[in-house]
């Protein structure tokens, strides 16, 4: 089993900083990637940023050059951070954690909830 925990949503004024941290522990020795979808009221959950194992990051186009995604690997447990720059009205959404393995299977966080306001 896999638990993940994350913390750092909240509500901001547009243009500015957030960093949204989400730490997996449990049986994540085969671990593939961890990311970040978003949800928006009304809208399907997308991706907005992922990190594979090896350090490799995608984003969506919608955060590119404002949104960092970053891991931290300790003894038995994976923190990945997204550092969420320029925020913008239209980023407010409930932001999940998520977590891939080599295996197949894959976990969610419970979420948080990040506002900008304009």
């Known amino acids: 089993q896999v638990q993940l925990v994350e913390s750092g949503g909240g509500l901001v004024s547009a243009g500015r900083s957030l960093r949204l941290s989400c730490t997996a522990s449990?049986?994540?020795?085969?671990?593939?990637?961890m990311g970040w979808y978003r949800q928006a009221p009304g809208k399907q959950r997308e991706l907005v940023a992922a990190?594979?194992?090896?350090?490799?990051?995608?984003?969506a186009d919608s955060v590119k050059g404002r949104f960092t995604i970053s891991r931290d690997s300790a003894k038995n447990t994976v923190t990945v951070f997204l550092q969420m720059n320029s925020l913008k009205p239209e980023d407010t959404a409930v932001y999940y954690c998520?977590?891939?393995?080599?295996?197949?299977?894959?976990?969610w966080g419970r979420g948080t909830q990040v506002t900008v306001s304009s």
């Open positions: 998520n977590a891939q393995f080599l295996s197949g299977s894959y976990y």
């Open positions: 990190i594979t194992s090896g350090g490799s990051a995608n984003y």
């Open positions: 449990g049986s994540i020795f085969r671990f593939n990637a």
